[in-house]
């Protein structure tokens, strides 16, 4: 097995919104990321409460959607999962495809799975600065640690 550069590796969020949760598309939409060549690092499952959401999408507070979006996402449970591999916030962006799934290209897990903007299946960190705030917010350094062994 070849060894893995680990200075290039890089890590971003991802979450399987409530919309994958409930039609039954996590094992998929986890094949699919892992089949593009993603580490999971961390994953549970939980539920967002809205505090929870509207702290976790605070950085679009005030924006017509933020009340739409912190519904949907504390109306049932999540996936957040930390993923790992070279260029992984693009790469991930690349395989999720655009926001709204009509605009999304063919091939794209939003594409394939989502239904409208904010029911677009899942979340991707959009900066590697993003990720680790992210990815903090759900994890613990300890949760991370226990997947680095």
Known sequence: MPKRNLMA???????????CVKKELIGEVLKRIQDA???VNALKMTRLSKQTACGFYAVH?????????????????????VLEKENAVADFRKLIGATNPA???????RKAFADSPPHNIVHGSDSAENAKKEITFFFTQQELLINQG
């Open 9 to 19: 590796l890089e890590q971003t969020l991802a979450i399987l919104k409530p919309d």
């Open 61 to 81: 507070e005030g924006k017509p959607f933020f009340e739409l979006l912190t519904d949907f996402m504390s109306s049932g449970s999540c996936v957040p999962i």
């Open 103 to 109: 605009e999304a290209e063919e091939g794209t897990i």
């Open 37 to 39: 060549g993603f580490s």
